[in-house]
Nanobody, 128 residues
Framework: QLQLVESGGGLVQPGGSLRLSCAAS????????IGWFRQAPGKEREGVSC????????NYADSVKGRWLISRDNAKNTVYLQMNSLKPEDTGVYYC?????????????????????WGKGTLVTVSS
């Protein structure tokens, strides 16, 4: 069974950090671009960061640029999202998703690709 499982969410104070992980089982992520998407309460889901299958190209939403870092370890079949300087507006459910054949991670983060697999999400709450 092909699965993506997110972990690492939780409650953190403003200015704090979290690292989210997206682990794949049942398939290898080597040929998949991966995106992190979030859905804040009452808002539409948005792409926050995406990375190519090789890790050679990344994309970030303007709201997280300079604060967060996406990376991947294909040997561990896992993609990470290091989130620093967290703000209350970063609160939401974070999903990772995988897609083969991506030619533009920017387009993927903007939702122009139908993703092949989605995880069930992990909740991030930024609050004092």
């Amino acid at each position: 069974q092909l699965q993506l499982v997110e972990s690492g969410g939780g409650l953190v104070q403003p200015g704090g950090s979290l690292r989210l992980s997206c682990a794949a089982s049942g398939f290898t992520l080597d040929y998949y671009a991966i995106g992190w998407f979030r859905q804040a309460p009452g808002k539409e889901r948005e792409g926050v960061s995406c990375i190519t299958s090789s890790g050679g190209s990344t994309n970030y939403a303007d709201s997280v640029k300079g604060r967060w870092l996406i990376s991947r370890d294909n040997a561990k079949n896992t993609v990470y999202l290091q989130m620093n300087s967290l703000k209350p507006e970063d609160t939401g459910v974070y999903y990772c998703a995988a897609r083969r054949g991506v030619t533009s991670v920017q387009a993927m983060c903007r939702g122009y690709y139908e993703m092949d697999n989605w995880g069930k999400g992990t909740l991030v709450t930024v609050s004092s």
